[in-house]
């Protein structure tokens, strides 16, 4: 079974850019959630996916983000304009049901905003 | 919102040296508690979870962690430590669709 795939790896943009990560859930998964990891503090909730449907966006920090998941397969988070402070890993994650389900998560994208 | 506690942020061992890493949180209901470890240049992994029963709970590669309700804790524990565990470790918290992590633990294994 193919893991949670993120793309890209590692992203550098300047201030006032626009960047858009990509993330693949395992398949048959239908909660996907985004996290943010800044600064080598802690791993932080963004939103929570049932299918294409935003169930749970309370982490998202302002709205110069926006995840989408049309379809209900694989998600994009967008960030327009980047600011210095998004800097961070953006880690996706899916789990077939909500209670009683591990979250399998992905190997993160790196972004760096100069 | 929850809030989880890692105490240790870095930690450094020589092989065969026993492995304790704290975790404390705070919610007072019925708990989800995980143990994450990330290899460098892997992604997160799963080692161990306690949702009932139990309280010593066995994970992959010999760790294991207990709950301890009184205490809010749910410590990791490994008797004897390798190279390869060289890692960041995340305890974390589910409070239904959300995950509450801690600040990670790096842990450094001198061979």
């Known amino acids: 079974e193919a893991g949670v795939t993120q793309f890209p790896s590692h992203s550098v943009i300047e201030k006032g850019q626009t960047v858009t990560l990509r993330c693949d859930p395992i398949?048959?998964?239908?909660?996907l959630y985004w996290y943010r990891r800044v600064m080598g503090k802690e791993i932080k909730f963004l939103l929570h996916f049932v299918k294409e449907s935003k169930q749970d966006e309370s982490g998202m920090p302002n709205n110069r983000f926006l995840a989408e998941r049309t379809g209900g397969t694989y998600s994009t988070l967008k960030v327009q304009p980047a600011e210095l402070e998004d800097s961070g890993v953006y880690f996706c994650?899916?789990?077939?049901?909500?209670?009683?389900?591990?979250?399998?998560f992905g190997p993160g994208t790196r972004l760096l905003v100069l | 919102a929850q809030s989880v506690s890692q105490h240790n942020h870095h930690v450094i061992l020589s092989e065969a040296a026993s492995l304790e890493l704290g975790c404390n949180y705070s919610?007072?209901?019925?708990?989800?508690l995980f143990w994450y470890v990330q290899y460098p240049g892997q992604h997160l992994q799963l080692l161990l979870k306690y949702f009932s029963g139990d309280p010593l709970v066995k994970g992959i590669k010999g760790f294991e962690a207990e709950f301890i309700k009184s205490k809010f804790s749910f410590n990791l524990r490994k008797p004897s430590v390798q190279w390869s565990d060289t890692a960041e470790y995340f305890c974390?918290?589910?409070?239904?669709?959300?995950?509450?992590f801690g600040s990670g633990t790096k842990l450094n294994v001198k061979p």
């Open positions: 398949s048959g998964h239908d909660n």
């Open positions: 919610y007072g209901g019925t708990v989800n």
């Open positions: 974390a918290v589910r409070d239904f669709n959300k995950f509450y």
């Open positions: 994650a899916s789990s077939r049901g909500v209670l009683q389900e591990t979250q399998y």
